[in-house]
């Protein structure tokens, strides 16, 4: 089968631009979040099957990364204010609930909509419906939540969390990257200097001040699937790896 890129198909849509941006963050309350994933690195023995491992490196990669993001998250809010109040309208995506819970407290007299697991599809509906009529410049979205949203109204989209798959983060792109959008689309990757973003975005290719182009603008092949999870799956134990150093040193 001939498969044609989004940009070979609509040639009519502007480019998109990404910008991966360093911000700052609260290492204290990521010293404190990260208590209980350090306390679980002890539980590796030379014993455990695969299956017992995997399990393990898994919990203390997603409790490293919700530390992360809620250490940058009042550091993402203060970036996302300022595109609004330059008349931006804007898209914010994340992974994590507490992360989303911070959003909620920064954000709350700019009226943010939000399309996350929380909601229903009723209200998932009238959030993007707000934000297409213009009710609110601002929609906080989780990242594997917005398969199908058409919200080309957005001039901007901001990664406040990362995710291992490219393809994850281009398809939310393009729920702003679609016909309907007038400009060209800047795509804001905002990372921190420290925590699971640095082994992120070794994984995703992504070097601050640097406009990058991201693998996942056409959909995967199921090999290339394969690969991609493949070598998630080797970041997450290299991240694991990092912290038992960290914890020596």
Do not use: W
């Given at each position: 089968m001939l498969r044609r890129t989004k940009q070979e198909v609509l040639k009519e849509l502007p480019p998109k631009r990404r910008l991966v941006q360093e911000i700052d963050w609260d290492d204290s309350l990521y010293r404190d979040m990260m208590m209980?994933?350090?306390?679980?690195?002890?539980?590796?023995?030379?014993?455990?099957?695969a299956s017992e491992r995997t399990l393990l490196e898994d919990q203390i990669c997603q409790e490293e990364r919700q530390a992360t993001g809620c250490a940058k998250a009042p550091y993402v809010a203060a970036?996302?204010?300022?595109?609004?109040?330059?008349?931006?309208?804007?898209?914010?995506?994340?992974?994590?609930?507490?992360?989303?819970?911070?959003?909620?407290k920064e954000f709350k007299g700019y009226r943010p909509v939000f399309i996350t697991g929380r909601e229903t599809d009723s209200a998932k509906d009238a959030a993007a419906a707000a934000f297409m009529s213009g009710k609110t410049d601002l929609c906080i979205i989780s990242l594997r939540?917005?398969?199908?949203?058409?919200?080309?109204?957005?001039?901007?989209?901001?990664?406040?969390?990362?995710d291992w798959s490219p393809a994850v983060h281009s398809q939310a792109e393009d729920r702003a990257h679609r016909i309907g959008q007038e400009d060209s689309l800047l795509c804001y990757y905002?990372?921190?200097?420290?925590?699971?973003?640095?082994?992120?975005?070794q994984a995703l290719g992504l070097k601050v001040s640097q406009f990058v182009a991201l693998m996942g603008d056409k959909t995967p092949t199921q090999d290339e699937a394969w690969m991609q999870q493949t070598a998630a799956r080797d970041h997450i134990r290299r991240l694991v790896e990092r912290?038992?150093?960290?914890?020596?040193?």
């Open positions: 209980s994933a350090m306390d679980k690195l002890a539980l590796f023995t030379d014993t455990m099957t970036f996302v204010r300022t595109l609004l109040d330059g008349g931006e309208k804007v898209l914010l995506f994340a992974h994590h609930h507490k992360v989303m819970d911070i959003y909620k939540s917005a398969s199908g949203l058409n919200l080309q109204r957005a001039t901007c989209v901001v990664f406040g969390e990362l905002l990372v921190s200097p420290k925590g699971s973003d640095q082994d992120m975005q912290l038992a150093a960290e914890k020596k040193s």
